[in-house]
């Protein structure tokens, strides 16, 4: 298994900027699809970004696209989100979650089975 903790979040203006960190500890992190889902209150756990091995390929909710970065550094075991010209809609719990790499790609919730505690993300406006 692989244990996931996310840090980073806070609040910010908006148009303001956060990177978001995922720590994973206990097996071989590249051997995981990575990637970031978010919830906001009264709502359903949504699809954010995810990353591939290496550094591709990666693909973002049109919400975002544009303004969040995924990336990931397998040398420290971490996968980041960097998000710029943050919105109101943007508050939620930021989650990473986990996916093992031989299962491919995915953008639904239910095919990550790793997740970590969460991030919260307020946006003021």
């Known amino acids: 298994q692989v244990q996931l903790v996310e840090s980073g979040g806070g609040l910010v203006q908006a148009g303001g900027s956060l990177r978001l960190s995922c720590a994973a500890s206990?097996?071989?992190?590249?051997?995981?699809?990575m990637a970031w889902f978010r919830q906001a209150p009264g709502k359903e756990r949504e699809f954010v970004a995810v990353?591939?091995?290496?550094?591709?390929?990666?693909y973002y909710a049109d919400s975002v696209k544009g303004r969040f970065t995924i990336s990931r550094d397998n040398a420290k075991n971490t996968v980041y989100l960097q998000m710029n010209s943050l919105a109101p809609e943007d508050t939620a719990v930021y989650y990473c979650a986990g996916r093992v790499l031989f299962l491919g790609l995915s953008t639904k919730k239910y095919d990550f089975g790793y997740w970590g505690q969460g991030t919260q993300v307020t946006v003021s406006s």
């Open positions: 206990g097996r071989t992190f590249s051997n995981y699809i």
């Open positions: 990353i591939g091995q290496n550094t591709s390929p990666t």
